[in-house]
């Protein structure tokens, strides 16, 4: 399959890229979602930026309060981050059940997030772990807490001309023990239904948690009341099972060929438990 | 809309013009003749299609050539050297690992990469090494066992 004829523009820096974009051109990062869409010609723009060897998004920088993942890191990378490891688990987690190894090795946070397939791994990890994200556009660069950037179907805060130069992970006592669970569509390897659970236990009790579904709506969301229920408990199985009501309330469940609706909340459930179960 | 790209493929720097919507897979098999990577799915799940990029496993039909440019791609053409076969080749062949071969290049290609990071894999690891790469003949318990020959070959060897 071959995409439709556009304009390839190799970008040296993310200045650069947004300088390089136009009317109608659009930034290619790891290119394994876009690059798919190109082919099957769901997607046809002018002018594709490419920022994958922009060098400068790609790292992963530990600061004292927060880790900051680029834009550009891949999946690999993050897959084997010790820093991440010890301080957000639930990333590395994710990261090493995302797609396949030669996906790993191309695509990246950055271009997952601004993707925003309803069936990602990124959001729900995202939300849980309280990140911020960090855009540039041509007047300058800005911050958009977590809460506010995934808007609904494929859509997100992100506007046109801005590229995603990186994600900042608080380093918090939730990160530090959280997990991420999945259950897995067999071929590509998206979530049917992910869980991604972050939960901070201070004198025995919970003090904050945030627990966040993908795959099961139009995009990632917190369950405030599951975060709620768990607050001031002890974090025991019983405590997880009467915290995790019907976790789909207020959103409207996807149905496809490989979970219906009624299987799909019954799922949400499940791994919601599952995740917090892996924090015991 | 042409881009010059210079691309180092098992050793040789090619230097050319693409379109921008050449996939790194065409380039190879129609523009430098390196037919022994194949195109399955053409949708990024089968793995036929996988060759090393500076040294990594990925789908080059789901990289465009333009993108390689600079970089040092590996085929399977390139695993043999000498007229000798590569540990991973050697292993296929003693192993059974191939049925009708469609899938046996890229399974090469993600085996060679798995073991360069990891030396002496366990059946488990060499199994999920293996999620993005298809075969419908095998049922895999054979590649599984020409990887262990590789593995096993390349520990003696090194």
Redesign the interface.
């Known amino acids: 399959?071959?995409?439709?004829?556009?304009?390839?523009k190799?970008a040296g820096s993310v200045a650069d890229a947004i300088g390089m974009l136009g009317d109608d051109g659009q930034i290619?990062g790891g290119?394994?979602s876009l690059?798919?869409a190109?082919?099957l010609r769901l997607n046809s723009p002018g002018v594709?930026v490419?920022i994958?060897?922009v060098d400068a998004i790609k790292g992963i920088s530990d600061n004292e309060k927060s880790i900051t993942v680029g834009g550009g890191a891949t999946h690999?990378s993050i897959a084997s981050n010790a820093d991440l490891d010890s301080a957000a688990p639930m990333l590395v987690q994710a990261a090493r059940e995302i797609?396949?190894?030669?996906?790993r090795?191309?695509g990246t946070i950055g271009g997952s997030i601004a993707h925003a397939d309803p069936a990602a791994d990124w959001p729900a990890v995202l939300l849980a772990s309280d990140a911020n994200v960090m855009i540039q556009n041509k007047d300058g660069k800005r911050t958009v807490d977590i809460d506010q950037f995934f808007k609904g179907f494929y859509e997100t805060a992100l506007e046109e001309g801005e590229v995603i130069t990186g994600i900042s992970i608080p380093k918090s006592g939730f990160n530090k023990n959280s997990a991420y669970a999945k259950f897995k569509q067999p071929?590509?390897?998206f979530a049917i239904v992910g869980c991604a659970a972050a939960v901070d236990i201070d004198g025995g009790v919970v003090k904050e948690a945030r627990v966040a579904m993908t795959g099961v709506s139009e995009c990632a969301y917190r369950v405030t009341a599951v975060e709620k229920a768990l607050v001031g408990k002890a974090l025991t199985a019983e405590n997880i099972e009467a915290a995790v009501g019907d976790v789909t309330e207020g959103r409207d469940v996807m149905s496809d060929h490989y979970a219906s609706e009624k299987y799909r909340t019954h799922l949400a459930s499940v791994y919601a438990k599952r995740a917090l179960k892996k924090l015991l | 809309m042409a881009n010059k790209i210079s691309v180092t493929v098992n050793g040789t720097t090619h230097t050319g013009e693409v379109e921008g919507r050449v996939l790194l897979v065409d380039y190879l098999r129609e523009h430098l003749s390196l037919t022994g990577t194949h195109i399955g799915c053409d949708t990024s799940s089968c793995g036929a299609c996988t060759v090393h990029v500076d040294g990594k496993a990925i789908k080059s039909c789901t990289m465009l050539a333009a993108q390689a440019d600079g970089a040092s791609v590996t085929t399977v053409e390139g695993l043999s050297s000498n007229g000798e076969l590569h540990p991973i080749q050697e292993g296929f062949k003693e192993e059974h690992g191939l049925q009708c071969g469609f899938c046996t290049p890229g399974m090469m290609m993600t085996a060679t990469d798995l073991l360069k990071n990891n030396a002496d894999p366990s059946e488990q690891e060499i199994r999920e090494a293996l999620e993005g790469n298809f075969c419908r003949c095998t049922g895999y318990h054979n590649i599984v066992k020409s990887i262990q020959y590789a593995a096993k070959k390349m520990a003696t060897t090194a």
């Not at chain 1, 399959?1 to 304009?7: A, L, N, Q, V």
Request: net charge positive; aromatic share 6%.
């Open positions: 399959m071959i995409p439709t004829s556009f304009e390839y190799n290619l290119g394994q690059i798919p190109l082919k594709l490419d994958s060897k690999a797609g396949d190894i030669q996906v090795n191309r071929a590509s390897r």
